[in-house]
């Protein structure tokens, strides 16, 4: 599975910034998606998950009530909708493709990783 991430830019605290990760190769419909984030000099970090028919859903709590994972397998694409954004979420964003979970272990392919940046 090829994995492109987009939608990353810089936004005021308050705002909200949808990503997007388009699926390539394999058969999207397969996989959970996750989304993974990491700042500058920290570890790559769990942000949610959805399963592959979208019925169950994972967020690390210090997203919980913020951001909503979805995802259209009828066009091999997940999304990541980032409200009320505070300035600890600036961080590249990954998206990634594999087992439903919150290790990055259960994930066996990766995207390039979009930067989002939130300036208070």
């Known amino acids: 599975v090829q994995l492109q991430a987009s939608g990353g830019g810089l936004v005021q605290a308050g705002g909200s910034v949808r990503l997007s990760c388009a699926a390539s190769?394999?058969?999207?419909?397969?996989?959970?998606m996750g989304w993974f984030r990491q700042a500058p000099g920290k570890e790559r970090d769990f942000v949610s998950s959805?399963?592959?028919?979208?019925?169950?859903?994972l967020y690390a709590d210090s997203v919980k009530g913020r951001f909503t994972i979805s995802r259209d397998n009828a066009k091999n694409t997940v999304y990541l909708q980032m409200n009320s954004l505070k300035p600890e979420d600036t961080a590249v964003y990954y998206c990634?493709?594999?087992?439903?979970?919150?290790?990055?272990?259960?994930?066996?392919?990766w995207g390039q990783g979009t930067q989002v940046t939130v300036s208070s």
């Open positions: 990634a493709a594999g087992s439903y979970g919150s290790s990055w272990r259960q994930y066996n392919y």
């Open positions: 190769g394999r058969t999207f419909s397969n996989y959970a």
């Open positions: 959805i399963s592959w028919g979208a019925y169950s859903t």
